[in-house]
């Protein structure tokens, strides 16, 4: 059997490959949401007939709810990692995993309250908190309990509201937009000092989180899930040896994933074709992506060239949370006040290019360091004991 060649310490190269390309693809879709108050509005009737109408099918098709499914498989994919270690040394699981979720959960109340409210680290560390539990599951209860809690709530959701829209055609939320909110977002991100910012940012944050509590243990628990037991076949492990069945998973995938999020655009953007677009074709477009990058994980050139991609997810949480850092400064108006002012493909661009600035860093960094610094603040908060963080000098700096 051939496996994939692990980093430092015994890391997935293919697992760090795939946070990096994951840490792009989601930093990209967010910049939307820190470059304007799409949330409080449809962008479907709203760039309609205008130059960013083109610039915004793509990324919605392509990138759009389509790598946050990539992070949550692997989250669960890394949290199995760790039970698995914890088995084989015999050390308690549960403690420790609880004791890393409420790191997490600190540092996304943090993040959300002082920096960006579209904040994901505190529904991970609340799934995460179930995931402890559910992880001991076998594989094969896994998968089939996580499609069954996925695809049966959300399927049932989007078929009552395709429902009501055919009973109420005139009803459909599609083309609502909240003015007073686009108003009060401009007015606060585009013109107010931090302070202000700060309030209105907390909260959007709890209104956030009040509206995604019951929908999160559906949308995102299941795919930490499935995460879970890839973990447990070893997937990343032996992609090498599976790679025939990789690939016809990955083309089938992301074809009809590609389809399901092309539906707002070639059936109707109604609320129901675009639940079909989030909840279905996003997930299957990210297996699709998983497949590929596992793919060429397998091959030692790509690894080689793409090296400073899988060292920023090598450190994840700095990098997402930096990238928050960084936008919201850039478009806010305590920083250079740039909110509103660039468009889709701008603004796209933007973020590839702070993220391939990111990578390079990252790994510059991990040739002196052991890990992130929010890394190795969350790893002290963790087990707490002090970690030197810089590499001792005969250490391999690979």
């Known amino acids: 059997m051939r496996t994939i060649s692990t980093g430092g310490a015994g890391r997935i190269e293919a697992l760090d490959m795939l946070r990096g390309f994951a840490l792009l693809g989601i930093f990209m879709a967010n910049m ?13 009737s709203w760039f309609e007939g205008s130059g960013e109408s083109v ?11 389509s790598f946050y499914p990539i992070f949550a498989m692997l989250f669960g994919y890394g949290l199995n990692m760790q039970y698995e270690k914890s088995k ?13 979720m409420a790191i997490l959960l600190v540092f996304g109340v943090l993040h959300a309250v002082f920096v960006w409210s579209g904040d994901v680290l ?3 560390a609340m799934m995460g908190f179930l995931m402890i539990a559910a992880v001991r599951l076998p594989p094969k209860w896994l998968l089939a309990l996580a499609l069954v809690l ?41 013109h107010g000092d931090y302070l202000t910012a700060l309030a209105f940012r907390t909260k959007e944050w709890l209104l956030f989180t009040a509206t995604n509590f019951l929908v999160n243990p559906f949308m995102i628990l299941p795919l930490m899930m499935i995460g879970a037991a890839l973990a447990k076949w ?3 492990e032996r992609a090498h040896e599976w790679r ?25 953007s109604s609320l129901s074709m675009q639940m079909i677009q989030t909840y279905f074709g996003g997930p299957l477009v990210a297996a699709g992506y998983v497949s590929f990058i596992l793919l060429l994980c397998t091959v030692p050139k ?40 660039l468009d889709i493909g701008t603004a796209t661009l933007l973020a590839a290019g702070i993220f391939v600035v990111q990578a390079l860093l990252a790994d510059l960094w991990l040739s002196r360091y052991r890990m992130g610094p929010f890394e190795w603040v969350w790893r002290i908060g963790t087990y707490g004991t002090f970690l030197p963080i810089k590499k001792e000098k005969q250490q391999d700096m690979s």
């Open 32 to 44: 939307l949401h820190f470059n304007s108050p799409i949330m409080y509005m449809d962008p479907y």
């Open 244 to 268: 025939r069945r990789i690939a016809v998973i990955g083309v089938v995938s992301y074809i009809a994933g590609i389809a399901l999020k092309s539906v707002p655009f070639t059936v109707g």
């Open 302 to 341: 790509f690894i080689s060239l793409f090296r400073p991609v899988a060292k920023a997810g090598r450190m994840s949480l700095t990098v997402y949370l930096t990238q928050s850092i960084i936008a919201t400064l850039i478009f806010y108006h305590y920083g250079l006040g740039m909110y509103g002012k």
């Open 234 to 236: 070893k997937t990343a």
């Open 55 to 65: 610039p915004y099918m793509w990324l919605d098709i392509l990138v759009e709810a």
């Open 150 to 190: 996925y695809i049966v709530p959300m399927g049932v959701l989007t078929g009552l509201v395709f429902a009501g829209e055919q009973l109420s055609p005139d009803s459909s939320l599609s083309e609502f937009a909240d003015i007073q909110k686009v108003d009060e977002s401009i007015k606060v991100y585009g």
């Open 88 to 100: 084989l040394l015999r050390q308690p699981f549960g403690p420790v995993a609880a004791r890393r």
């Open 122 to 124: 505190f529904t991970y």
